[in-house]
T-cell receptor, first 116, second 112 residues
């Protein structure tokens, strides 16, 4: 079974600082990779996803993530954060399940607070 | 856009009660999922269903059961609620392998 680790549980940054959130997964086969975001009081939303091709993936709101297969990593980055990026971020991995297609396994989440 | 609707936003139940959490999707998706979300643990899969009347256990099925009588509705059942089931419950659906999940807004359940 696959597992996902997010290294930082809480991150506090000032506006305009650069962001990198770590995500490592363990799974021997082919995976699809996702980052989800949950803004305060809102439901989970897809930020970006990787299935194949260019390992540098660009998502919404200026976020990007890089898949490094040799390191089993899929770190999320943003060059300059804004106060509105305050949210909880979840990394997720899917591997093929015979019945349900792609079933997601989530990391523990990283709470980001951006100080204005 | 796909909509996933969870019937209750907040619920408070007593220990030992039978609890039903309802989830309805407005698309014809086959796959539906129930997760619980706890601080520091992320989202953990309880059960999923890949078709009507078809279900499979996720990572933490103990104390839960599910029902999928119609394609659009997937219910999570707590047979006898306990305080350690106090959590945020999220329903999700997925159209196919190349897309991400669509989540409902969640039900925050408190068992007292």
């Amino acid at each position: 079974a696959q597992s996902v680790s997010q290294h930082n549980h809480h991150v506090i940054l000032s506006e305009a600082a650069s962001l990198e959130l770590g995500c490592n997964y363990s799974y021997g086969g082919t995976v699809n990779l996702f980052w989800y975001v949950q803004y305060p009081g809102q439901h989970l939303q897809l930020l970006l996803k990787y299935f194949s091709g260019d390992p540098l993936v660009k998502g919404i709101k200026g976020f990007e993530a890089e898949f490094i297969k040799s390191k089993f990593s899929f770190n999320l980055r943003k060059p300059s954060v804004q106060w509105s990026d305050t949210a909880e971020y979840f990394c997720a991995v899917s591997a093929m399940n015979n019945n349900a297609g792609n079933m997601l396994t989530f990391g523990g989440g990283t709470r980001l607070m951006v100080k204005p | 856009d796909v909509k996933v609707t969870q019937s209750s936003r907040y619920l408070v139940k007593r220990t030992g009660e039978k609890v039903f959490l309802e989830c309805v999707q407005d698309m014809d998706h086959e796959n539906m999922f129930w997760y619980r979300q706890d601080p520091g643990l992320g989202l953990r899969l309880i059960y999923f269903s890949y078709d009507v009347k078809m279900k499979e256990k996720g990572d933490i099925p103990e104390g839960y059961s599910v029902s999928r009588e119609k394609k659009e509705r997937f219910s999570l059942i707590l047979e006898s609620a306990s305080t350690n089931q106090t959590s945020m419950y999220l329903c999700a659906t997925i159209e196919g392998g190349i897309y991400g999940y669509t989540f409902g807004s969640g039900t925050r359940l408190t068992v007292v």
